[in-house]
């Protein structure tokens, strides 16, 4: 929903479908953009798509595959190989928007590292001068954390940012 929003407030005409909308095929076939997030995997085909539409999956679903070593491979909500033959651009599933979403977090954490260090903010019942406790800061992966703590004692050394 966030995305709708956004579009919105840039006055786009925003269609939210689900996936028991009636006559879905006709109404993604009048999209210039479409935003996959249904769970459904394959969902959307390439016929269903306007010739040059951009196509943003956010679907990540598995399904079964015996030639891959887990027994499965993950697919988004559109029929890529069908999709990538109307779309003007599309995501792929894997690798698409979850790279994004990442760097996104990272962006947003160090943003609100910069902002404690400037003393815009501060953590709830700590001192300004002491670290955020890292477990609030719901980091998702161990490298991602000591990435983030080893740029925070850098820019306490420095002395610019106190």
């Excluded at 003393?119 to 991602?144: K, V």
Aim: one cysteine or more.
């Amino acid at each position: 929903m966030p995305v709708a929003l956004l579009l919105t407030k840039r006055n786009a005409t925003v269609t939210i479908c689900h996936s028991a909308t009636e006559n879905m095929k006709q109404v993604v076939r009048e999209a210039d953009i479409v935003i996959a997030a249904a769970g459904q995997a394959e969902m959307i085909k390439g016929s269903w798509l306007k010739a040059g539409a951009v196509v943003i999956d956010v679907g990540t679903n598995p399904v079964d595959d015996p030639t891959k070593k887990a027994g499965y491979r993950l697919v988004g909500d559109c029929s890529y190989e069908e999709c990538k033959q109307a779309a003007g651009a599309i995501t792929p599933v894997p690798g698409g928007v979850g790279p994004m979403t990442i760097a996104m977090l990272l962006k947003n954490t160090t943003n609100s590292a910069a902002r404690f260090f400037e003393g815009q903010c501060q953590h709830a019942g700590q001192a300004q001068s002491l670290l955020p406790s890292w477990s609030t800061l719901a980091l998702g992966t161990l490298a991602t954390a000591t990435a983030v703590q080893a740029m925070c004692k850098a820019w306490s050394r420095g002395g610019s940012r106190r």
